[in-house]
């Protein structure tokens, strides 16, 4: 079995790599470096900024993931400061802020980054569009799964187990891409 470390202290985010990684035989290492988040316009360049901090640090191949819930009633707050934004509200604030607003569309958006010693990133990009409920609903996931619904489903990603939701999850899509990359190198 093949390693790859994924920079993370996300005990949910690493679940899902680990499960989708593991059909290609590789074994995703939970590694906590710490990185800086850059205040950025994109998730792109907070990702490649990731990289290249990490690169000064570790000498292994590695993935990092940054992600955003990116909402249209909200001219695509949080967006970028997602992570920010659930650490200070939570849910809670996201359904408050949203009381009075009708357009409940979003966007879920998943940056992974794939880095090497010397190497220049690689990303992989993946979307989920759908809406943002009136109430939290569920108790698996993270963050804002409560109260996000895909738009090919009825239930949050929290009413979902971990490989139900990588089918629809704009990370299990960026995954996807990152795993046939993977797979690509080692032909």
Excluded: W
Aim: proline share 4%; aromatic share 12%; net charge neutral.
């Amino acid at each position: 079995m093949k390693k790859i470390y994924f920079i993370t202290s996300n005990k949910g985010k690493h679940l899902e790599a680990k499960e989708k990684l593991r059909k290609i035989n590789y074994d995703v290492v939970q590694k906590d470096l710490g990185y800086p988040e850059v205040q950025a316009n994109t998730l792109e360049d907070v990702a490649i900024f990731g990289v290249k901090h990490i690169q000064n640090i570790f000498d292994k191949p590695f993935i990092l993931e940054d992600a955003g819930l990116f909402i249209d009633g909200l001219n695509g707050f949080p967006g970028v400061y997602s992570a920010y934004v659930f650490h200070t509200i939570g849910c809670r604030g996201v359904l408050k802020l949203l009381k009075d607003t009708a357009d409940r569309k979003a966007i879920f958006k998943s940056v992974f980054a794939y880095g090497q010693p010397d190497e220049k990133p690689v990303l992989f990009i993946g979307e989920c569009p759908g809406t943002i409920t009136d109430v939290e609903k569920g108790i698996n996931g993270f963050g804002y799964d409560p109260i996000f619904v895909p738009n090919e489903s009825s239930r949050t990603f929290a009413e979902m187990k971990v490989d139900e939701k990588n089918n629809y999850s704009h990370r299990g899509r960026s995954l996807d891409k990152l795993i046939n990359f993977l797979d690509e190198q080692e032909k």
